[in-house]
């Protein structure tokens, strides 16, 4: 069965600094790596994906992520976090169950300091 | 506007008491997924559907159910609420196979009281 660890259930930075959110997953199968937003009162949006190919995957806003099946990680990254960065970052898997259904991890609030 | 419907945005009820939660996936979309979001479960698959069928089966609990109609929207329903039902619900829906992602609605927030 499918599953994702995120380390870090909080994370703060201050404006300009490099963030970096941890995503470790399990998977019996090659994996289909998500990661996604959720500012307060909204739905879920998607940052980035990887399928297959490139393991550096741009997304919206600024962030990445690489996957590194070495180290079953799929990290985002994004250089330097602005104000409107703050929200919650769910990293998702797919791929190795019926149906295929996203199975995400708990989830890191970002918080990001002036 | 993610294109996925959710209705209604809150919901207060009282214990006991039954509701029917409705969402209109994106248009083209065959599966629609239905997930709980609470503060100490984190997001939890309840149940998809394909084309009308149901495909997968998550945490669902026997008081809940759902359906996908022939027009491709879905309605989950929750009976015999209890305090720990109190949630956000997010439908979400994709193409075929969600190894591309989903596209999440808004949510309904379900208060039991």
């Known amino acids: 069965a499918q599953s994702v660890t995120q380390l870090g259930s909080h994370v703060s930075v201050s404006e300009g600094a490099l963030v970096l959110l941890r995503c470790n997953y399990s998977s019996s199968v090659p994996p289909y790596l998500f990661w996604y937003v959720q500012y307060p009162n909204q739905g879920l949006q998607l940052l980035l994906k990887y399928t297959t190919g490139a393991t550096l995957v741009k997304g919206i806003n600024g962030f990445e992520a690489e996957f590194k099946k070495s180290e079953t990680s799929f990290h985002l990254t994004k250089p330097s976090a602005h104000m409107s960065d703050a929200a919650e970052y769910f990293c998702a898997v797919s791929g190795d169950n019926a149906g295929n259904m996203l199975t995400f991890g708990g989830g890191t609030r970002l918080m990001v300091k002036p | 506007d993610s294109g996925v419907t959710q209705t209604p945005k809150h919901l207060i009820t009282a214990t006991g008491q039954r509701v029917t939660l409705r969402c209109s996936p994106r248009?083209?979309?065959?599966?629609v997924y239905w997930y709980q979001q609470s503060l100490d479960q984190g997001l939890q698959f309840l149940i998809q559907y394909y084309n009308g069928e149901e495909r997968a089966k998550g945490n669902i609990l026997e008081r809940f159910s759902a359906q996908q109609f022939p027009d491709l929207h879905s309605e989950l329903n929750l009976s015999s609420l209890e305090l720990g039902d109190s949630a956000l619900y997010f439908c979400?829906?994709?193409?075929?196979?969600?190894?591309?992602?989903?596209?999440f609605g808004s949510g309904t927030r379900l208060t039991v009281v």
């Open positions: 979400a829906s994709s193409a075929g196979d969600s190894n591309y992602g989903y596209t």
């Open positions: 248009s083209g979309d065959l599966s």
